[in-house]
């Protein structure tokens, strides 16, 4: 197993596997069936490309034949930053055929994370656009390569189309050869930025595989389903929950999209008669408020699948209005595993207030006090969960992991939760220190460690604001040093020096001359939010 990752304990491993839940196979094996079963089916639709399963088994054994070539091997971790376009998704299995470990990095990342993520990994390659909008990667890419010895590739997208149309000069017999053991990572999900430092998420074949097979039938994905992504695909929602893997398990279609502009995505449902959509509530929300709404045929949606974020009721209603035959499923996930879903058959206050329950009859989870002890029913906790898909431990961290897991492994999520008198549960906020912009986590920690470089500030809280369509926005609230001046835009000018995804840009400043303090004398980071509110409002 590679080092850094934790098992799951024996016994725990063996229940999973007595019950059915890890099978034991690498998400190669798995897919191979697949690939195989539905062959002649379209798989993927990228703009006028349609793959089909059998299109995608023979490009995925090619460029995984390429890049073996090329000099990846088994367990060599790789740093894609590509849009949704077909490459992304040949590329993935294509990595699942070599056993190597992609992470789940973003388009919209920038130096300062990529660094990050090839230095914790130790990532031998990047794979990268060559430019995106005004921005080159390759120049960015070099000077990550400088600092990391160990990042051997650089493959830029032209580069990773030939891969994977050049006919391979190794013979398959070489993939076949390939042992994955399947208690090894398969991805490196990304943490949704509770500390400075992202952690890497080691998601297993055995448990990313079982995420996926068993989302599927909870959301009603068949082999009739058709699913359009416009969200990113790497992020754990879009690519597993059931996401890509989970449609291809049923031999579903799923149409890219490679942006999130409304109309492009009512074409797209329209033309392609989409059953599904995958959301966060930032999106819905844009496509409800978008008058082309009503320009489209939409009636082939059956379910719109909504995660990452709190849905306001509001917007179920008004989507239910305007699409009378969708079903707005909620559902509470996280890159490290535990996933909850509304079922279709809830009754209707249960869909409106909760946003689900867990898949896995084996998923534990306990609502817990600050001293860790269980509340009592129906009281607000913090959710800490254990199971056959939630990690055990991030990558190569055992002191963050000391204090983030329970001795017993549950993993402390820092949400804070109800249980609903219907066994569903009820989000009521969290402890953690971080922003939820239309459904991408921005650490607080992060960003506050840069401002404290800017020579004119003494201290910094970045606290969240409400926005009625992000549902939060960053407000970066500021004391200065004595005599210092500072400006918004100049701060924003500082930070983007500092080379970070523009998502995590803070959207506001307020200046105050000291912070409020809570009763243990902690700076209060909800009367921040509250000062911070307010004088938005103003
Ligand atoms: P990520 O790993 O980036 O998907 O972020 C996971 C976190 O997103 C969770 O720990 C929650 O804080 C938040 N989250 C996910 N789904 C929901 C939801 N349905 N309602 C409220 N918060 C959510």
């Known amino acids: 197993m590679l080092e850094g990752v934790v098992p799951f304990p024996p016994e725990f491993a063996q229940r999973y596997r007595a019950k059915g839940y890890w099978r034991d196979k690498s998400l190669a094996q798995e897919f191979s069936s697949v690939f195989h079963q539905y062959q002649s089916r379209i798989a993927l639709v990228d703009g006028e490309r349609q793959l089909t399963y059998g299109d995608i088994d023979r490009l995925t054994d090619n460029l995984a034949l390429n890049l073996l070539e090329l000099g990846l091997k088994p367990l060599d971790r790789v740093v894609p930053t590509l849009p949704n376009i077909a490459e ?3 590329l993935y299995f294509a990595l699942q055929k070599i056993g190597a470990i992609p992470i789940a990095a973003l388009v919209s990342h920038r130096f300062a994370e990529i660094n990050q993520f090839v230095r914790l990994s130790g990532a031998t390659a990047c794979i990268y656009p060559e430019r995106l909008g005004d921005f080159e990667f390759e120049p960015m890419i070099r000077r990550v390569q400088q600092g990391n010895a160990q990042l051997k590739h650089s493959i830029p997208l032209s580069l990773l189309k030939q891969l994977i149309e050049k006919k391979a000069n190794l013979s398959k017999e070489k993939l076949r050869d390939i042992r994955i053991d399947p208690t090894d990572p398969c991805i490196f999900q990304l943490s949704g930025g509770t500390t ?11 448990d990313y595989s079982y995420n996926s097979r068993t989302a599927a039938p909870v959301c009603g994905v068949t082999r009739d389903s058709v699913l359009l992504l416009a969200l990113p695909a790497a992020h754990n929602l879009p690519l597993a929950c059931p996401g890509i893997q989970g449609y291809f398990f049923q031999g579903g279609k799923v149409v ?3 942006t999130t502009r409304p109309e492009e995505i009512f074409k797209l449902v329209e033309r392609h008669k989409a059953t599904h959509i995958k959301v966060v509530p930032a999106l819905l929300i844009r496509l409800i408020n978008d008058p082309a709404i009503a320009s489209y045929d939409l009636s082939s949606v059956k379910i719109i699948q909504s995660g990452g974020q709190r849905m306001q009721p509001e917007v179920r209603l008004k989507t239910q209005r305007l ?6 499923q909620e ?5 490290e595993g535990m996933l909850f879903f509304v079922r279709p058959d809830d009754p209707a206050e249960v869909k409106l207030e909760t946003c689900g329950r867990p898949i896995c009859p084996d998923d534990e989870v306990r609502l817990v006090d600050n001293d860790g002890r269980e509340v009592p029913d129906g009281e607000v906790g913090e959710l800490t969960c254990r199971g056959p898909y939630t990690l055990r431990g991030y990558f190569g961290v055992p002191e963050y992991n000391a204090k983030q897991f329970t001795p017993d492994g549950f993993y402390c999520t820092g949400d804070l939760m109800r249980r609903h008198p219907s066994g569903n549960y009820v989000v009521e906020g969290r402890k ?3 922003i939820n912009r239309g459904g991408e986590k921005i650490s607080a920690e992060e960003i506050e460690n840069l401002i404290l470089m800017h020579p004119a500030v003494q201290n910094v809280a970045c606290v969240p604001v409400h926005d009625a369509n992000l549902g939060e926005k960053m407000c970066a609230c500021l004391i200065l040093k004595p005599g210092k001046g500072l400006q918004f835009p100049e701060l924003v ?3 983007k020096e500092k080379e970070i995804a523009k998502f995590k840009l803070p959207e506001s400043m307020l200046v105050v001359d000291e912070f409020p303090v809570s009763t243990f004398g902690k700076v209060s980071k909800k009367a921040l939010s509250e000062m911070a509110e307010k004088n938005a409002n103003h």
């Open 88 to 90: 992304f998704v040949i």
């Open 196 to 206: 400075g430092i992202p952690k890497l998420i080691p998601r297993t074949h055995n």
């Open 256 to 258: 890219l999209s490679p």
């Open 323 to 328: 699409i009378p035959g969708a079903f707005v």
């Open 331 to 335: 559902n509470f996930g996280m890159g």
């Open 432 to 434: 953690k220190d971080l």
């Open 493 to 495: 000018e500082f930070l």
